[in-house]
């Protein structure tokens, strides 16, 4: 919320003053400086210049439809394959748990609570889609330089919204186990069955702020599910609820504009696509809240498992 106040204090601000010399980004070789960009993306007019289409006459031919769709078709592949028991069973041998050291907490009666940490690095989505990327290179004749140099560029590009997403995560799991979220669960479980209606519009924020639909049910999935135990609500519904929520809030997260933005050459216009989905988003929002709502009701609660 304060994060939410602070966006919309500065647009306000910008309606009444403006900057007398724009703020611009630092150039790089023989390009220009571009506007400086906002969620931690600069501007790479190169880049954006390589990916244009080509103002040619001709069609694409098949060759370079093909193309252009691999990276999609193997990522489904690998992901599919994934899925297979046999090679299901064969990635869970990357799975490694271990107890976090210096880490010794206790619940309200006085017992240890497990602090088991579960590094899951071969099949975490992450690493396939690595898998994927390398397949891809092979595939389109991507040289390992080139490959090398674009991996370092994105990652230097979203460090901010990697930081934020690890901080947001390291948060959920001080709430979680301090008793907060719990705390926090309570209290909006006074809303009673109203809380049913309130429930996405959580997941909606909570996604608006962090970019991560992840990171928000990390940080109010438990908060959810206290909720509704409290109030009589299903859990399982509040939680799919603050999930579904923080889907519509993708279009306006900050971070997402600004990667939305650079991919397809619109660097600096964040502000005119969001514009133009905010008012989508919100309207998909309240269709959202009234389905959950009515989901929690004699109406439509067959809906629920």
Do not use: H
């Not at 279009?251 to 939305?260: G, K, V, Y």
């Amino acid at each position: 919320m304060a994060s939410l106040l602070a966006a919309g204090a500065i647009i306000v601000l910008l309606r009444v003053w403006q900057p007398a010399e724009p703020l611009l980004g630092e150039s790089g070789g023989m390009r220009p400086a571009g506007p400086a960009m906002a969620g931690g993306a600069e501007s790479d007019r190169g880049f954006e210049e390589l990916i244009q289409r080509r103002e040619a006459d001709r069609p694409d031919t098949k060759r370079e439809i093909l193309a252009a769709y691999a990276p999609y078709l193997i990522i489904i592949a690998v992901f599919a394959l994934a899925q297979l028991a046999a090679v299901k069973t064969l990635l869970a041998n990357g799975v490694k748990e271990f107890n976090w050291p210096v880490l010794e907490v206790t619940n309200p009666s006085g017992d240890a609570v497990a602090t088991v940490f579960t590094l899951n690095w071969l099949p975490a989505a992450g690493t396939l889609l690595l898998l994927s990327g390398l397949l891809t290179m092979l595939v389109l004749k991507v040289k390992p330089g080139l490959a090398a140099r674009t991996w370092g560029e994105t990652v230097d590009q979203l460090k901010w919204a990697i930081l934020t997403v690890a901080a947001v995560l390291g948060l959920a799991f001080v709430m979680n186990l301090s008793g907060q979220t719990i705390t926090l669960g309570l209290w909006l479980a006074g809303a009673g069955g109203v809380f049913a209606f309130l429930s996405p519009i959580i997941g909606w924020l909570g996604v608006a702020v962090t970019g991560s639909d992840t990171s928000s049910n990390s940080l109010f999935g438990a908060l959810q599910v206290a909720a509704a135990k409290e109030s009589g609500l299903s859990p399982t519904l509040m939680a799919a609820a603050n999930s579904s929520g923080g889907v519509l809030g993708k279009m306006i997260s900050p971070q997402n504009l600004a990667i939305c933005a650079a991919a397809v050459g619109m660097a600096g216009q964040e502000g005119d696509i969001f514009r133009k989905v905010i008012g989508w988003s919100l309207l998909l929002l309240v269709v959202m809240s009234a389905l959950v709502y009515l989901q929690s009701t004699a109406l439509l609660s067959w809906m629920v498992p």
